[in-house]
């Protein structure tokens, strides 16, 4: 019977009103996302001028968006305004109210989605569980795992100890642990 680790771990599920609202924008305005994050579920309904669509430098500007959100990502969001500046910055301004709805509707799908269904494994369970058939000791981790409204199954290690990961994934609840377990087996974090 092998060993169980007893170094302490911890998998801090959270929520992204900020990287919502950029990957919302990206997919009103038809951005081109090197990222290759899937688009966003329902999206908002945003008005936007004419001049939002295919102006140039506009790509540019949401790359820079998203960067600062995901900075902004990993400390408390509330402190850090939202607006991107320039063109984009307008057209958020011009929406701020109907990205707030939409953003608290994902939120709240996210929060469903991460609810667990009675018999549903458990992460603890599932790094006890392959520890005890792998004999290796994942040892003491802790990850910032961010749910996104965005379609299909994404798991996206973004360094470190973070990932961000869909809300679809969470629906898959034995899917998500065996990804996250496997990152950690992997990366030795």
């Known amino acids: 019977m092998g060993s169980t680790s007893s170094a302490p771990w911890g998998v801090a599920l959270g ?13 009103a305005l ?17 008005v936007i001028e004419s001049t939002g669509h295919g102006a140039q430098g506009v ?7 998203w960067e600062r959100a995901l900075a902004a990502s990993k400390q408390d969001e509330s402190a850090v305004p939202l607006s991107p500046g320039g063109l984009l ?12 709805l939409w953003s608290a509707e994902r939120k709240r799908d ?3 989605a991460s609810r667990p269904a009675p018999g549903a494994p458990r992460m603890r369970d599932a ?3 392959y520890e005890r058939t792998t004999g290796a000791r994942l040892g003491g981790f802790r990850l910032q795992v961010t749910a996104l ?11 470190g ?19 996250v377990i496997a990152h950690v087996a992997a990366e030795g974090i």
Do not use: C, K, M
Not at 149 to 159: A, M
């Open 110 to 112: 996210v929060a469903n």
């Open 59 to 65: 790509d540019a500007e949401w790359l820079r968006w």
């Open 161 to 179: 100890n973070r990932i961000l990961i869909s809300a679809e994934l969470l629906r898959h609840r034995e899917e998500y642990i065996r990804r």
């Open 149 to 159: 409204p965005t379609t299909g199954t994404l798991f996206l290690p973004i360094g």
């Open 127 to 129: 790094v006890r569980e």
């Open 89 to 100: 910055g307008r057209i958020v301004e011009d929406n701020r109210d109907a990205i707030r």
């Open 30 to 46: 038809g951005i081109r996302d090197p990222l290759g994050i899937p688009a966003v579920v329902t999206q908002p309904s945003l």
């Open 15 to 27: 929520y992204s009103y900020h990287l919502a609202a950029v990957l919302a924008v990206r997919d």
